[in-house]
């Protein structure tokens, strides 16, 4: 049998004031991540709890990715003369934050067979490195003092992956006031020129029927989609006929004039229809780059949030696959693909 595939995990950290409130995370993909803070610690100690934690909850081959040269050359080369030392600098200082460089040094050791760390260039357009930066912001902002994380203290809270149903979204919600109130159905999937004229009237009927459908189970239910040209388009048309209402998430302001071909009169009716229109970032991206980061942190926090999910999408196109993957691990037989 050939060895395991290492699963890449990505971390990153966060910090207001350094010391202030922080918040740390990692994440091998939208749906599989862990995330906590502090009210009061320092970057670096957020960037060390963030590998630690990834080490401690993903057993097996891994490799670690960070933005944080700190943290690396402390794995892999300074660890060496501190330990050598006492735990003392070259100078002969303490080393600071030993109480989390010891552990995550020794879990570090533990495992070099099958555990490797490498260095990528945050906000420079990574998918992932965007989404553990989004996520340790998150719960930076929830330690503020007075915050809504406040009460519960480090760690934000219960761990998702231990929560279901009813406590599951209530504690999404808790921790981000942005999710809209109900029973989540998310609407993903293809675009032009796969999902555009005949296509598109097949995918708007059969979303308009499951819909249907599913509101009489779900007296709750809200369509979430972006609103992006086909199958998120088809979604919100869909709604409308179905009498179900629907929230557009959007990634920044206006998105529309930075899709050349949009039909722009109907992206503005269509929100105007919207129950509740949600703007992710207040930054309008000024490049491909920074396009590509946005729509992919939003396609992850759409991902997180939803009970339930429709991905539109042939099976073909790669481009989809990974999203697949982490909708599949999230949601399971929640998770609805429907062929164009």
């Not at 950290?13 to 990692?26: E, L, M, R």
């Not at 490797?116 to 989404?131: A, I, R």
């Not at 902002?141 to 992956?161: F, I, M, N, Q, T």
């Not at 109900?182 to 499951?210: I, K, N």
Request: proline share 7%; net charge negative.
């Amino acid at each position: 049998m050939p060895p395991a595939e290492p699963l890449r995990v990505f971390t990153d950290g966060a910090c207001s004031g350094n010391p202030g409130p922080g918040g740390w995370a990692w994440a091998s993909s939208p749906t599989h991540f862990g995330s906590g803070g502090e009210y009061e610690t320092t970057n670096n100690r957020m960037e060390l709890t963030a590998v630690l934690r990834a080490l401690e909850e993903n057993p097996g081959p891994l490799v670690v990715v960070m933005d944080s040269t700190y943290v690396k050359d402390g794995l892999e080369k300074w660890h060496k003369g501190w330990i050598a030392n006492g735990w003392r600098t070259k100078a002969g200082q303490p080393v600071k934050n030993r109480e989390i460089w010891e552990p995550l040094i020794e879990r570090s050791l533990a495992r070099s067979d099958e555990v490797t760390f490498e260095w990528v260039k945050g906000h420079s357009g990574d998918v992932m490195n965007d989404l553990v930066d989004l996520l340790a912001v998150e719960q930076r902002d929830l330690h503020r003092p007075g915050g809504p994380g406040a009460p519960v203290g480090s760690g934000g809270g219960a761990r998702l992956a231990d929560l279901t149903g009813a406590d599951l979204r209530d504690e999404r919600r808790r921790r981000d006031g942005r999710i809209p109130e109900g029973h989540l159905l998310v609407v993903m999937g293809q675009r032009p020129p796969e999902v555009s004229g005949a296509v598109a009237d097949r995918v708007r009927l059969h979303l308009t029927q499951l819909f249907t459908a599913q509101a009489t189970l779900r007296p709750d239910l809200v369509v979430v989609t972006g609103l992006r040209e086909g199958s998120e388009r088809c979604a919100a048309e869909a709604a409308i006929r179905a009498d179900v209402p629907y929230v557009a998430v959007l990634p920044f302001p206006d998105p529309h004039l930075r899709s050349p071909g949009t039909d722009q009169a109907r992206f503005l009716d269509l929100l105007s229809r919207a129950r509740e229109v949600v703007t992710l970032e207040k930054k309008v991206p000024t490049d491909k780059a920074g396009f590509v980061g946005a729509m992919g942190r939003r396609d992850s926090w759409l991902a997180r949030i939803a009970d339930e999910a429709i991905l539109v999408w042939d099976e073909v196109d790669e481009r989809f696959a990974r999203l697949h993957k982490g909708l599949d691990d999230h949601l399971g037989s929640d998770l609805v693909i429907l062929h164009p």
